[in-house]
């Protein structure tokens, strides 16, 4: 299938802080959102909304994109909210959901049928939710994966996974992360190949996310090895990183 080019909503600002109407992206987006941080924090005095709104979209690429909703003070919003009756030909890829609190979901999902791609996705929430899925809420990664099997006949986020990812700025709005997690578990998209502050993305197992973050231990050898010797004795200390 095509995919329109005429809306590409690819972060210009390093962050956009979701808080009622600024936070949501709208309706019927045709084409490849990319590249964005999308936040809703408490302690706003305007109304909370989820940061990631999209309904009734159709051919459209949402990939490469995290949000984070971290609002004690409501429940059963989400991270990201996709779909609607209207909703086909849809991916969501390479993204980053995450809720702070254990009643709100990472991710909402409404398609209006079978003729979507969901994978190489990290979800993330401490509590009692996890994902919904139409009217039906998960609790575990496990479930989701497994509703999701059951109400399509597909076994769909099977490359996904499951964990919190820790992000730099204590400030809880920068939500670049190095966690290991995001690390190559990513899939190649022909229209993204860079990162939201320029970074190549790598081109056969990018990081998933808005930021191509670095390993850690790029520039450290897996394993350090030392030998000492002492009076015809050898003894080798191996440390793994």
Known sequence: MGYHTDYNYEGETPYVIGAGAAGEIGWGIEGVIANNMFVTESGTNQTIYTPVNIMNTEKMKYVYNTSKI?????????????????????????????????????LNFIPSNN??????????????????????????????????HTETGVHRDTNSVF???????ITEVDLRTLSLIIQDAGTPIPEVTTDMFGTVRDTESPCIG????????????KDYVETHSLEGFTDTLIVTL
Do not use: C
């Open 70 to 106: 971290n609002v004690a003070t409501a429940s059963n919003i989400s991270a990201a909210t996709i779909g609607g009756s209207g909703a086909t030909d849809v991916y969501i890829l390479n993204n980053i959901f995450v809720s702070m609190t254990e009643n709100n979901y990472a």
């Open 210 to 221: 808005a930021y191509e973050s670095a390993p850690l231990y790029n520039n450290l050898a």
């Open 163 to 169: 964990g919190m990812p820790v992000f730099l700025d």
């Open 115 to 148: 003729e979507y791609v969901i994978d190489h996705n990290l979800y993330y929430s401490p509590g009692a939710v996890l994902n919904r899925y139409m009217n039906n809420q998960t609790t575990t990664f496990d479930a989701w994966k497994t509703l999701l």
